[in-house]
């Protein structure tokens, strides 16, 4: 196996975001100098001939507030578009403690030495406020963070979680661009995020651990539902055959779930991510199911639903912000709905007279 | 047990929408001069003195499209409202062919045997396009609505899932407050109508069939975690066998999901509608759930959230309706989905162009 770091075709890769090796002096202000000189054919040449330096650079692009950022952010995207989707995207759940930092690392690792361009991406609204969230401290992942085939970014912070998930989305676009052939995303399993994270991935994963006599504690209802197969993670030590057992309830209460549209049964698998047993499991059923999705047609669908998925949620978010946003209406909209528990109004009345005022102001 | 229809307490009350006793003749001719008649304060007192005939009318008047009974039926609900909420509200799903009619036959005749006041509603967007539809034929259910205490409405037939929704919800004010102490909300759980009944319960029935070989096909993927409890009915025959293992799998499958915010913990009851066993069982079931989150107070809070969650749903539905039924924009939004499969355009890009054209034309 060639080792990628000495592999010619990945010379002059820049792991991660590209500016660690900038001066240190007011990294920010040499950033902006360097940025303004590019164009957007820089970016997308730079992009698409995998220059990862530019890759990150663009993804700051997206991730920025600025409309002149922003329009040629869109503009590379626009670009790049027809470059992408070549790749597998796996998206990755649950709960805080379920290791799900060592498993990536674990399988990233593994996978960069197959040769394998992996690119690691976040979605936590929360990132912001919590120190300590997903991927915010990337010495987490110190052994692939030098892998010279990885490229690991952060949730972006800013913003709501359809803006944050709208960056990540697009940043999926960038990095296919660049040559990544393989996409994970990862997200905690309690709240929003990953209804969005299963928006834009081929296979969702979620990640278990048992042992602590209430391993489905804080896992948000519905998201088993939404797994496309579970990884029984910390399968170690004396905690084996608690995980075996848990390989085989998973698979019993799985097999009970109206079949998915996929036509895809999910199960289970044990893995270690520090004995490192079992991580290339999880992956075979990754392919497996790749394999089988690509047979009968599912995995184009699914890719086709999200695109629209996006494009509708999109525009819902944008409707709904207006009214909700709306300083004026904000007011109203709690007094509403103090009259609404307190039975002085129906719901019904509440909201249709909550409407006709905004209508007023729109107008 | 004093037979309802012997009690004193009952009489003069007339099953049903009130108008079978009319004269055939242009029923609808009769129906509508009689209405105009009416004032609130007459339909008011007539529902609050438990006169199936007005209530009936009411509901009438809330499923109607007029503005004119629209603006009569607004004000009877908020006259009616702080006379509800003092009932069981019980939502039945379950695939065409769990025998959801003959359940709610069999459970609604014991209850109303035992004194209790029961309203059948049903929630089915579809009722007026596919014949046979829950409820709509009322001779299924021959027996309980001979029943003086059984007030049996089918689906409003008009309209979206959003409109027969809100009118079922006001329905369940009226009732409410003509002193029915137990609704029953029947759906089909194959769309998105579980959700919305979901929305209107205490307690969410799931009711399962087995012995098909294929017992969850249909069922919506989600809607296990959404019931308080499933009912494992036609475990009667050679069947009886198949129905008890069943409902021990169930057992298990539902202790592997994360514990619902009540703190109650889902269980199955097998039951069979047509030998008229466990179906009390089943309603025993029901009992404790209520008691259990009187207790910790989940009940109230989920009828808060509940009336919060209509003002808001309905809110969304106009906003986004204003949006997607602009004859203008229908056929923008088809062509900006075609460039978006097409991979012309990103998905947020797209949003974004609709959008400003929408913008414009409401200004």
Known sequence: ???????????????????????????????????????????????????????????????????????????????????????????????????????IEALGTMLCHQG???????????????????????????????????????????????????????????????????????????????????????FFLLLQVTGTGDELQGIKRGIMEMADGIAINKCDGSNIERAQAAKVSFKNALALFPPPESGWQPYAETCSSIDKTGVLKVWKMVEDYIHFTKENGYFDHRRTQQAKYWMYETINSALLNGFYQNQTMELLISQMEQDVLNNKISSFIAAHKLLETYARLSH
Do not use: W
């Not at 919590?130 to 052994?143: A, C, P, V």
């Open 116 to 202: 394998k361009r992996l690119a690691v991406l976040a979605i936590d609204p929360s990132s912001e406020r919590s120190k300590g969230s997903i991927l915010g401290d990337k010495t987490r992942m110190n052994e692939l963070s030098t892998e010279a085939n990885a490229f690991i970014r952060p949730s972006p912070s800013a913003g709501s979680l359809g803006g944050v998930a709208r960056k990540t989305r697009e940043t999926i676009v960038l990095c296919e661009a660049a040559g990544f052939d393989t996409i994970m995303v990862e997200t905690v399993g309690v709240g929003q995020s990953e209804t969005a994270a299963h928006s834009m991935v081929d």
């Open 1 to 103: 196996m060639v080792h990628p770091e000495n592999d010619k075709q990945y010379k002059g890769l820049i792991v991660n975001e590209g500016v660690k090796n900038l001066p240190q002096v007011n990294p920010y202000a040499t950033f902006r100098r360097q940025k303004r000189e590019l164009s957007v054919d820089e970016y997308v040449n730079g992009i698409l001939r995998g220059d990862i330096t530019l890759l990150g650079q663009a993804v700051t692009l997206i991730e920025s507030s600025l409309a002149k950022d922003q329009e040629i952010a869109q503009k590379v995207i626009e670009r790049c578009l027809p470059y992408s989707g070549n790749s597998v995207r796996l998206g990755i759940t649950g709960v805080p403690g379920a290791g799900k930092s060592t498993f």
